[in-house]
């Protein structure tokens, strides 16, 4: 039988930023329902958690059951369904349909759905995620301290900045791009990528296989053309010299020996909600807008974490937060009716 629930504040999400913003938002006293139908998030999938302050060397599946311990002591309730549509009612409370349709009449929402990451869509790419295959440069890099060989795919911001990071802990590291110019990268990274002796960068090229076990997760990478050493990269103005470093061996080869291989080919915020709902978004980036308060454009609903454009920095410290953040907006709209969204 279908059911209504009431609740004060409804969290969609079982992130980091939805149990932070259901600590919070049960610590001062509001009544919270969690409503998500999957567990723990992007952290839960990420594997070895090495920066999460306090709890060093932690698997992250493992550190969002402590999330939710935490939150389970204080009896908030989980519906194991996702929120698919939220409609605002006259009197400032929402209406939150859930799958399978359950109703939540609440006084305020907070949005924590994370993003949908970009993959290559190549066969073993999910089974050997977190064996050598990662989509987070800013996470797993100093793993690879000391590795032979790194690739990154990809060609905006998140792939220049990755190899630059990666290229302080692996001896050589690849960045992989399938267009003819890295896209649109803050010029800074350019420089400095230009100026890194262990970085190659192989443009108009494409990785077509993932070679490996199932034991040993990826070991190798097929490309889409073979390597040539007489190849030349300019990708900064200041560059003294064309780049390509070449690894030994490299020349005629499509197949490279690799460590691991990190996709950072972007990832697209869960927008369904927001889109439903008439939310203001980021220009450049399509994330939700929000303030420093966590608010978004309309009275009562407030996003956190990877969802937004609160910080560019997306990692679990940031989404707990945000959370956090986001809960104190809402304990404020739901007492006084409290909402001073900063637009810009
Ligand atoms: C491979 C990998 C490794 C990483 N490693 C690290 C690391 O080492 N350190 C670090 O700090 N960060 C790491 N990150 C980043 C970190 O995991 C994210 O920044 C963090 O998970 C963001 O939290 P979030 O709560 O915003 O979103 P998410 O963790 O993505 O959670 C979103 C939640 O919303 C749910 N959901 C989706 N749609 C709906 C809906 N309609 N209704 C209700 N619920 C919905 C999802 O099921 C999920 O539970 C890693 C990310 C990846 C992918």
């Not at 999460?52 to 194991?80: A, R």
């Not at 956190?304 to 809402?330: E, F, P, R, Y």
Request: with cysteine.
């Amino acid at each position: 039988m279908l059911e209504t629930h009431k609740a004060d504040v409804l969290v969609a999400g079982q992130g980091a930023a939805a149990f932070a913003a259901a600590l919070y938002s049960a610590r001062y006293q509001l009544n919270t329902i969690i409503a998500s139908e999957s567990f723990g998030g992007e952290t839960a999938i990420g594997g070895l958690i090495e920066n999460y302050p306090g709890t060093p060397d932690i698997d992250g599946f493992d550190l969002m059951l402590k999330f939710k311990e935490q939150v389970d002591k204080l009896e908030v309730p989980t519906i194991s369904r996702n929120l698919e549509a939220v409609e605002p009612s006259d009197d400032g409370r929402f209406i939150c349909t859930l799958g399978g349709g359950d109703i939540v009449d609440a006084g305020s929402v907070i949005l924590c759905v994370g993003r949908e990451r970009r993959t290559l869509d190549l066969p073993n790419e999910e089974e050997w995620t977190g064996k050598g295959v990662s989509y987070c440069s800013t996470c797993d890099a100093p793993l690879y301290r000391n590795k032979e060989a790194a690739a990154v795919v990809g060609g905006g911001n998140a792939a220049t900045e990755g190899a630059i990071l990666l290229a302080r802990y692996a001896k050589h590291v690849y960045l992989i791009y399938r267009g003819d110019e890295l896209w649109r990268p803050e010029p800074i990274q350019l420089k400095v990528l230009s100026q890194i002796p262990n970085v190659r960068v192989l443009l108009n090229t494409t990785v077509t296989e993932l070679i490996g076990t199932d034991l040993a997760g990826l070991t190798s990478i097929r490309i889409s053309r073979p390597m040539d050493d007489h190849e030349t990269v300019n990708i900064h103005p200041d560059q003294t010299e064309p780049m390509n470093k070449s690894r030994e061996d490299d020349h005629g080869k499509d197949v490279i020996d690799l460590d691991g291989i990190f996709i950072e080919a972007g990832a697209d915020p869960r927008l369904e909600i927001p889109d439903m709902l008439g939310l203001d978004l980021n220009d450049e980036t399509g994330e939700v807008h929000v303030d420093r308060g966590q608010r978004t454009s309309m009275p009562g609903i407030y996003a956190a974490g990877d969802l937004t454009d609160g910080t560019s920095l997306k990692q679990t410290v940031t989404a707990a937060s945000q959370g956090a953040i986001a809960a104190l907006s809402a304990y404020g709209y739901v007492l006084a009716g409290e909402h001073h969204y900063e637009a810009a």
